[in-house]
């Protein structure tokens, strides 16, 4: 099936009015009389993703979701590389490699090959780890670490995957994500229903991104996307306690993404009404409430991925507001941290939640995960070295003293007049009361990397030195590979690139 992008617009409109009415469609093609049985029963959008996806081609798509595409390619290896030794990750590094299988994909930064589901599941656990990689801010969604991930390790598996076919699957599965997190949580954070979005909807998005890099029938994505929605899962206690299991919820999802388009491949099926069946996605997980405009509204012509953030720290990004806000008033107000009597940090219900309560456990956080998850430790160093990276959330920085008392500091108060009206982060105001006596105040609306308020090219090349240094990649190798994905359209085999990332 061969189809235009305005074609695809027009299904999609088509689709939502034929959800929105009732109407029964036969959207299903091809001989396989099941799949048509099914879908003539009752429309299910899944069938305008599986078009979407088979039918996108690299010559399509707009300039600035290629640019944004391979920024984010870059983004997401860069963070992935220093993360294999994390609590978490090497557990299941040592227990991937202990259990074997076929050597099929790279796990990155190294030699080693795993059966390609097992090495997604550690380069997307990888990815996520260290709290540095992008997010999809309408609906708190980490899309890249899953699609790229799922896209490289199956690069490797399938072979001769050029570069521009990975960034066609890439950002149709980062789209595939957003659209279906927006959609099934329309004007609410997930976080506050209790979902983690990422693990989520990344089952769905990594099954169909496998699926076309392994050439699948539209019959078969669908079957993948069916295997996949019965595995979802993923919950937002893990943040909540901050827990391994926040590391782990996006290789859960590669791994099952893949697993999925395996076994369609060889002819198991799922659900054929993923999406709008009665046990579907949006009636189980939302009630049947969702925003058809959101999954369907210019799917093939409007993408998600140019609205999605990349992060200048290393933590959660609901706390990247009050990170700007506490750098800005030290800076401007050349505060030291001996200055500081009391901070206070006002935030919405959602931030709340996850980055200020309870505040005694906030305060003093005894895991990395819990400090990548408190807005007071954030705070905190921001205010002592007037940066937020990488060495703030290591097992040595939760023993620094400096940090510790000045986290005490910093108090958190909810605000309900400082969530963002449309998704995402809310909005923080940060007020900082000196020693003499003197208070001073900053509102942020957008961090860093919004794209109301974007990073710099320099910004994020610093961003990967960063990382490439943390995980004791040489610079120049760093610098090649950098140019490499910046230029990934000229790559002819996507798995070299995988192979020269070896540390």
Known sequence: MN???????????????????????????GNDAKTQGAAAQAPDAIYAFADYFLSTRYEALPADVIAVTKAQILDTVAVALPALGADGIKQLYAWSKETGGKPESLVLGTDTRL???????LNASMAAALEFDDTYEPSLLHASCVTIP????????????????????????????????????PGVSPFIVGWDPTPMYGFLAASLVAGRLMGLTREQMVAAAGLAY??????????????????????????GGIMSARLARRGVYGSFHVLDGSKGL?????????????????????????????????????????????????????????????????SPPAEMM??????????????IVEAQFSNPWMVAAAIQDREVALRHFTSEALERTD????????????????????????????????????????QVKYAKGDPNNPMT?????????????????????????????????SEPDVSRLNAALAI
């Open 150 to 185: 799922v896209a490289l390790a199956v690069a490797d598996l399938a072979g001769g995957v050029s570069g521009k076919e990975l960034i066609t699957a890439v950002a149709t599965g980062t789209d595939a994500a957003c659209r279906l997190s927006r959609a099934g949580s």
């Open 230 to 255: 019965h595995q979802m899962s993923g919950n937002a206690q893990a943040s909540i306690d901050g827990t391994h299991a926040k590391r782990l919820g996006a290789g859960f999802a590669a791994y």
């Open 354 to 367: 996850l980055l200020g309560l309870p505040l005694e456990k906030k305060q003093n956080p005894r895991t």
């Open 403 to 442: 940090l510790k008392a000045l986290a005490k500091r910093v108090v958190t108060v909810k605000d309900d007049s400082l969530v963002r009206p449309d998704g995402g982060p809310g909005f923080v105001r940060l007020e900082i009361k000196t020693r003499s006596g003197k208070v001073v105040t900053k």
């Open 115 to 121: 059966p390609a589901e097992k090495a997604a599941r």
């Open 457 to 489: 090219p320099d910004e994020l090349e610093r961003k990967v030195h960063e990382c490439t240094d943390a995980a004791g990649m040489k610079r120049a190798q760093a610098t090649d590979f950098m140019h490499r994905i910046l230029h990934l359209e």
């Open 282 to 346: 949006f009636k189980q997980y939302h009630g049947g409430k969702y925003s058809k405009e959101s999954l369907l509204g210019g799917l093939g012509t409007s993408y998600a991925g140019p609205g999605i953030a990349p992060k200048p720290y290393p933590s959660c990004r609901g706390g990247h507001v009050a990170i700007d806000a506490a750098l800005d008033l030290v800076k401007h107000n050349d505060i030291k941290p001996d200055d500081v009597e009391l901070v206070t940090v006002y």
């Open 3 to 29: 189809m235009t992008r305005r074609n695809f617009a027009k299904l999609s409109t088509l689709l939502a009015a034929g959800l929105a009415t009732g109407s029964t469609w036969a959207l299903a093609s």
